[in-house]
């Protein structure tokens, strides 16, 4: 818990700076305007429409019938006279294409009801026995109700959402200012963590230094307090530099979570970094060691807690340095599916 010398960005990791002056509006103002809509930004899920069911395939049935041929209207009995034939002949081929249309047309509705029919069902086997569609069948309503698409993916693993690994702690679901993890303890450079959870950060640590990296542990636990100076550092500094207090709160929360809302407060998250005073931003997502956790952090339990694209929902930035116990199962999940913690909960959400 070392007081940290860091370069002057400090995202949401640094337990940097201290606080070289305390803000004079300090807890006064709580950021209502810079309530991140994050959460309603929710993953969309896409209902497709079943395809019609190819109408030419319908339409070939149709075609051959032979009774399908135009009706005689009027017409004279066959004498064998050469000029009715011709009249004849050239009034087919617009009754039939007229007909070839009504058929491919109501081939075509027949055909949609029959593969909806056969969504719903789900059995591929019934496609054997199904009648063929008859173009006589009056489609009742065109708009068929979409069959439920399939939400849930079976390969789900069976975790429970309520379990302090998957507790999401964010802005808008605070831990709370006197929230302390039950038992805290060393994982290197001064830093602790909850003893849940550090001996899976340790292991990691030491086979990542193992794999040929350095490994400096640039924040692990912060109490509420630790967090609350970072936080107002960075409205002071920003109003100082000219930015409303709105502005800075903004600005602030997309790299520090909000003082009581930190899962550094929660005890089950880790900045990791190559060596003491490494920026951090975004693009150091490129360096070994940013690549060694992303591909490896998944079996020690920890996942990216805020990944790449993910700003919309989880409220902060890239950080590929932030590493957030969830547990093995729900850990392999999220990083081969490329998912935050907010989408994975919604996953077992009704
Ligand atoms: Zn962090």
Not at 28 to 33: C, G, M, S, V
Not at 238 to 266: C, D, F, I, W
Not at 285 to 304: N, Q, R, S, T
Request: charged residues 25%.
């Amino acid at each position: 818990m070392a007081p940290t010398k860091d370069p002057v960005t400090t995202p949401n990791g640094a337990s940097t700076r201290t606080p070289a002056k305390k803000p004079a509006n300090s807890a006064a103002k709580a950021p209502e305007k810079a309530k991140k809509t994050a959460g309603e930004k929710t993953p969309v899920k896409t209902k497709k429409r079943a395809p019609a069911k190819a109408p030419a395939v319908e339409f070939a049935t149709y075609a051959k019938a032979p009774a399908r041929t135009p009706p005689a209207e009027k017409s004279a009995p066959a004498e064998g006279r050469t000029p009715v034939k011709r009249r004849r002949k050239r009034h087919f081929p617009t009754v039939f294409s007229r007909l070839m249309v009504l058929f491919v047309v109501l081939a075509a509705m027949a055909g949609t009801m029959y593969a909806l029919l056969r969504l719903m069902n789900g059995g591929a086997e019934a496609a054997q026995t199904a009648p063929t569609p008859k173009p006589t069948v009056q489609p009742v309503a065109t708009e068929v109700p979409a069959p439920t698409p399939e939400p849930t993916p079976s390969d789900l693993p069976d975790v429970d959402l309520n379990s302090w690994e998957l507790r999401l702690v964010r802005y808008e679901y605070p831990l709370g200012e006197d929230f302390a993890p039950p038992e805290l303890v060393d994982v290197g450079d001064g830093q602790q963590m909850d003893s849940r959870v550090a001996p899976a950060a340790v292991q990691l640590i030491e086979d990542a230094k193992a794999a040929g990296n350095t490994v400096w542990v640039c924040s692990g636990y912060r109490d509420y307090d630790t967090q609350h100076i970072i936080y107002w550092n960075h409205i002071y500094e920003y109003t100082q530099e000219g930015m409303t207090e709105e502005e800075a709160h903004a600005k602030t929360r997309l790299a520090v979570n909000y003082p009581g809302s930190s899962e550094h407060q929660y005890g089950l998250s880790v900045d990791i970094l190559e060596y003491n005073g490494q920026i951090m931003e975004p693009y150091i997502c490129d360096e070994p060691l940013m690549v060694w956790l992303k591909e490896h952090c998944a079996e020690y339990g920890f996942v990216i807690r805020y990944p790449d694209n993910k700003t919309d929902i989880t409220g902060v930035e890239y950080e590929p340095w932030h590493l957030r116990y969830v547990g093995t199962e729900a850990a392999a999940y999220m990083m081969e599916h490329d998912l935050c913690l907010e989408e994975f909960r919604q996953l077992y959400e009704p």
